[in-house]
């Protein structure tokens, strides 16, 4: 395919709530989207991190700095989205903004076809169980309102995100007011080894799984602890490419994997990671990164593929917004719908996405 103009919308979308994690707080959805002009079709991406490199070492200032001056001329003027990685595999790390950039011309080449991602990628099932991340709250009462809600709602899974001083407590309120729901914690890295006897009083409450209680690149830490506590250790920042999840599993560092397509580069590395885990008997499930609907309707046909055997983090758009950029994903009956037109599957609407943008920058103009 031939690249003819690549644009970076940067867009800040407020949030229904403050959504609040042992990193921060977020109030509003501060990133950037993609948009790939090419000879035979448009490509639309939605770039995950944010404004502060907090959960991760990417932000948005830097990703737009990368793909301008680093990863955009290496995939000019022509490329296809198999091309995209190895392209840019000379770039160190960056994985989120290669994302981005990989998905947006992989959405234009599949639509010059007319294939789903979903088809691509292998996806097998039409609506996958939707998870919902439930962030830190100022009071029990409060936390146990909102999985009130939420289970309402019909979602099919809580995540928990905690934190040192909110763990044991809330997930034993949830336990005791709700019964046996699935139920999983999530503490972005909060916590160190020194914590393990502290973290096995998680033990008893029959979570699926804890998510990344360690630093990002203490794999043998995770080895430890798993050998301290009985909830299986699922790790997300850690793993960012199916080495890392090779490794990971080899070392007995984690049972389950989250797998978010940008942490790793995009769907095709994703895919992989996929693989590598069906092989070992290692269950995954999709997480997320707060998208809109151009990142959530990919992440669906991601969470369609058959090892993706645990409910994902993939909740509806009035989830975190009341205007979504796409169609509003809607829960039904604890699940949601697979998108299945062409590339990512979902449209942008124009006057929305306008509506939204504070800033258009054209990273690549074909003369
Ligand atoms: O660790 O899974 C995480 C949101 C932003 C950054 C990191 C994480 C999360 C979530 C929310 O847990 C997932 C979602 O609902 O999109
Ligand atoms: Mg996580």
Redesign the pocket.
Known sequence: MKIERVELLHVAIPLVSPFR?SFGTMTTKDTFLLRVVTDVAEGWSEFAADPEPL?CSEFVGAAELVLRQHLVPRVTPEVTAAEVAPRTHAIKGHKLAKAALETAVLDAELRSYGMSIGAYLGATAAKVPAG??VGIKNSIPELLGDVEGYLAEGYARI?L?IEPGWDVEPVRAVRERFGDVLLQV?A?TAYTLADADHLRRLDEFGLLLI??PLEEDDIRGHSLLAQRIRTPICL?ESITSARDAATAIALDACRII?VKPARVGGYLEARRIHDVAVAHGIPVWC?????TGIGRGPNLALAALPGFVLPG?V?ASR?YFAEDLTEPFELQDGFMRVPAGPGIGVEPIPETVRRFTTATKVLYARD
């Open positions: 994690t959960y919902v991340s995540k995100k999530d972005n998510e990344q997300d989250n997480g997320g990164m707060l998208e983090d909740s989830r």
